[in-house]
């Protein structure tokens, strides 16, 4: 299985102390949000997504076509609505013909500021399709797939050089910009960068930050690149993703982190991750995870990490060429230190779920080393996530997928708890079915019946999965979890 850290004697002990000091371990609504629902890959042939929900109730959605020729917009008030056919893609705009704007149109970005929407975009020249620079599209309408697109031209940063990839967020009231760019005398293909805006929000002001060099071995494979920066913020810290490599199976999102109350434009205030926080997974089949975006769940209590892949790993030629990035979707969770858990890039179809403990709410249910168990502070994320399919057996039930290993499912064994791959047999089918019943202790979580033992239910018992039958109070509580 995945590398992971023993496993503590203490371990009911900490429960126990954590279960007491919940309030304090959980940083957000996000930590104890519902269960959210989503199919993969959510948009085929889109690369670069950026997804963002507006006041009127509806999700919008730019990306990246194959074409490299044109910016497209659709909306839905669902994020799984953003597949459907009544989301119609609409074409807000088409490269020039000539000069400016003519080639590689790429990475477009939508934005609400002060009453207007905004695209910020990069684009190429027609008689030099690699001199990428950043630009600028306003729209006045209420409804951005309406109105005109007023063109308000090129993002200048100090340096005429290779830029793409502008971002623009608000920490304590200040509006930022942050893009990647080649700079003069450094030998990389981009890094992130940092301003302020100036009186409209394409015009950056005062000084600039470099935050972000390719130095890593994963930020430099095939290509030297930082870029794609988007920002989160929670608990009092912003959170800087931003993707590297090649944009091959190699691409990969790394991180920064600051202090919301520190000089944003200081590099000494920003630490970065000395390893990647998502790249590409053989076991899900997932290669090249990047260019992120961050958006809300339809209930507006979990946060949604938004992104393309592909689902094989060898491309023939350039990847820029080959048009099979995909939007995909999935729920960012975060650890109890505060920090966002982006996890793996979940396999294709319907995205997993965590299942808490209800007598134990810092604790969630996780493989180690096969065995089940429920513990705290999960940081290797895909051991807690789980995918709520038909029940192997039939009959209505109901199987729990492992996540990071597909095909493994939980199942008990001499009424033990264990995640297996299933072999086939009629034995294993049976063992890892179940009954979803309404939480035993609470009627808004869960119980899992067993489907050839009845009345027995899963349950933990010092901090391991047991199958059992449950009479008292505190084994239904045992027995009983939440989706998240």
């Known amino acids: 299985m995945s590398p992971r850290h ?16 919940a309030g304090l371990a959980v940083p957000g609504p996000a930590q104890a949000a519902p269960a959210v629902s989503y199919t993969n890959p959510l948009v085929s042939q889109r690369a670069d997504p950026h997804i963002v929900r507006h006041t009127d109730g509806y999700y919008y959605m730019t990306a990246t076509v194959p074409q490299y020729d044109r910016i497209v917009l659709r909306r839905a008030t669902t994020l799984q609505g953003l597949a459907t056919a009544t989301a119609t893609e609409t074409t ?3 490269r020039h013909t000539s000069g400016e704007m003519g080639a590689h149109i790429w990475a477009p970005e939508i ?84 301003a302020r805006t100036g009186a409209e ?9 470099r935050l972000v060099v390719p130095t890593y071995d994963w930020e430099t494979r095939g290509y030297r690149v930082a870029e794609g920066p988007t920002v989160i913020q929670r608990n009092g810290r912003v959170f800087l993703t931003y993707s590297a490599s090649a944009t091959d199976a190699n691409y990969c999102l790394g991180m920064l982190t600051a202090s919301a109350g520190a000089n ?4 000494a205030s920003w630490s ?28 507006g209590q979990s946060d949604i990490l938004v992104y393309h892949d592909r689902n094989y790993r060898d491309i023939s030629g350039d990847p820029l060429n080959d048009p099979n990035r995909r939007t995909r979707i999935q729920k960012l969770y975060w650890n109890a230190d505060g920090t966002p858990n982006l996890g793996i890039p979940v396999p294709d179809g ?18 180690y080393d096969y065995r089940a168990r429920v513990e705290p502070n999960v940081t290797n994320l895909a051991d807690s996530q789980f995918r709520i399919v038909p029940g192997l057996a039939g009959a209505g039930s109901v199987s729990l997928e492992s996540t990071n290993f597909p095909g493994y499912y939980l199942r008990h064994r001499a009424f033990a708890l264990y995640v297996e791959r299933d072999d086939g047999s009629a034995l294993f089918d049976n063992d890892a079915s179940f009954q979803r019943r309404s939480g035993l202790a609470a009627a808004d979580g869960l119980s899992l019946e067993s489907q ?33």
């Open 350 to 367: 319907a995205t997993p779920v965590r299942l808490r403990s209800h007598d134990l709410p810092a604790a969630y249910v996780r493989h």
């Open 201 to 209: 929000p394409w015009q950056i002001t005062g000084p600039v930050a």
């Open 452 to 484: 050839n033992y009845p009345g027995r239910y899963v349950r933990h018992r010092d901090g391991l999965l047991q199958l059992e039958t449950v009479a008292a109070d505190a084994d239904r509580a045992a027995a009983t979890f939440h989706l998240e």
């Open 6 to 21: 023993l496993l503590r004697p203490v371990l009911a002990a900490a429960l126990a102390l954590l279960t007491t000091s």
């Open 272 to 299: 970065k991750s000395p390893t990647p926080v998502f790249a590409s997974n053989a076991a899900t089949g997932q290669y090249g995870p990047g260019h992120n975006s961050f958006t809300v769940s339809e209930d």
């Open 111 to 194: 934005h609400f500021i002060n009453g207007r929407w905004y695209v910020y975009f990069a684009a190429g020249r027609t008689d030099d399709v690699w001199r990428i620079r950043m630009y600028v599209l306003e729209n006045a309408s209420a409804n951005p797939l309406t109105g005109s697109w007023t063109e308000r031209g090129r993002i200048t940063t100090p340096w005429d050089t290779f830029s793409l990839d502008a971002s623009t967020f608000v920490v304590n009231g200040v509006r930022y910009l942050t893009w990647a760019q080649q700079e003069p005398g450094i030998a990389t293909n981009s890094n992130v960068y940092l």
């Open 264 to 267: 944003l434009l200081d590099p």
């Open 92 to 94: 807000i705009w088409r």
